[in-house]
């Protein structure tokens, strides 16, 4: 596997890869790297000829800036070494510098998505993203960019920025992996202390609920986001949101359709949790052995 810590190093050699006829595939991400990370590499080595990747904690999303991406839990020696045993041919992982340059000032903004679910609790995130993004397309030119559907408004948002910026690039969307409770697979959840994830099941549970509500033949979105709702109150955790939205657009629905989207988020008190679900298709294996 080629390192490289210098980005425009890294887009020349891309550049050379894909003018060799050969196709890319990206999987990108802010380090710690688990078994959903792992299933997203897995999908682009099955399907491409190349596989790249970065690995770059991105400032520019977080609240509170340099100080709260210092505060992310990752492991780049061992991130590198999981990456490298599924195959991935070539990485970036470039220092903060070289990404935002002394006197870099542009941002990449999609309005239609700001101040709403994650983003209103983490105002610079959407924008962080979509900027990280675009810079990433130009560096690593992939033919197909994967993505975890457990991130489901950072999903609609690439998807509205390759669309409106006539990206030559298909975005994949890969269903989330899940651990034996149901819960998706994400770098915060070796974080939790027993009582912690106990509890982070509760968003596993509204999906549940408002499966199941659905499979009655209620379409209404205020009953099924109600039902997800009660899943969450019933316990210590803190109800942030359940909705039911487009998972294309991530608009507000008033009524289920076949691209409708339950997700959910709850407050633990130290962490945040998160979930969603197409209604229309059938639940996980996980999420539902944990109704019996």
């Known amino acids: 596997?080629?390192?490289?810590?210098?980005?425009?190093?890294?887009?020349?050699?891309?550049?050379?890869?894909r003018e060799s006829g050969r196709q890319i595939g990206l999987f990108?991400?802010?380090?710690?790297?688990?078994?959903?990370?792992?299933?997203l590499v897995d999908r682009a080595r099955a399907e491409n000829d190349y596989v790249v990747s970065s690995v770059f904690v991105n400032p520019?999303?977080?609240?509170?800036?340099?100080?709260?991406?210092?505060?992310?839990?990752?492991d780049p020696a061992g991130d590198l070494e999981k990456l490298e045993g599924k195959g991935v041919d070539a990485v970036v992982v470039p220092s903060r510098?070289?990404?935002?340059?002394?006197?870099?000032?542009?941002r990449v903004t999609v309005p239609e998505l700001e101040g709403r679910y994650e983003a209103a609790r983490m105002p610079n995130m959407l924008s962080g993203i979509s900027t990280i993004c675009t810079k990433l397309f130009q560096l690593c030119v992939p033919h197909r960019w994967y993505f975890?559907?457990?991130?489901?408004?950072?999903?609609?948002?690439?998807?509205?920025?390759?669309?409106?910026?006539?990206?030559?690039?298909?975005?994949?969307?890969?269903?989330s992996i899940r651990e034996e409770d149901g819960l998706p697979f994400s770098s915060r959840?070796?974080?939790?202390?027993?009582?912690?994830?106990?509890?982070?099941g509760c968003v596993v549970d509204a999906i549940r609920a408002a499966k199941?509500?659905?499979?009655?033949?209620?379409?209404?979105?205020?009953?099924?986001?109600?039902a997800a709702a009660q899943a969450v109150e019933v316990t210590a955790a803190k109800l942030d949101y359940a909705a039911l939205v487009d998972r294309n657009s991530f608009q507000d629905l008033t009524q289920a359709t076949d691209d409708a989207l339950l997700v959910v988020a709850a407050d633990l008190g130290r962490l945040?949790?998160?979930d969603n679900h197409r209604l229309s298709r059938p639940l996980p294996p996980e999420v539902a052995a944990r109704a019996n």
């Open 1 to 17: 596997m080629k390192v490289f810590d210098d980005p425009i190093e890294f887009r020349d050699h891309n550049l050379k890869v």
């Open 28 to 39: 990108a991400t802010l380090g710690a790297v688990h078994r959903g990370h792992l299933s």
């Open 60 to 74: 520019l999303m977080f609240n509170g800036g340099t100080e709260e991406a210092d505060a992310y839990p990752y």
């Open 97 to 106: 510098e070289a990404v935002y340059p002394p006197g870099y000032v542009t």
């Open 148 to 175: 975890g559907e457990k991130d489901a408004q950072q999903l609609a948002l690439v998807k509205q920025v390759c669309k409106d910026l006539n990206w030559p690039t298909e975005i994949v969307p890969c269903p």
């Open 189 to 200: 959840n070796k974080l939790m202390s027993p009582e912690e994830r106990a509890l982070a």
């Open 212 to 226: 199941a509500l659905y499979d009655t033949g209620e379409r209404g979105a205020d009953a099924l986001a109600a």
């Open 272 to 274: 945040r949790v998160l």
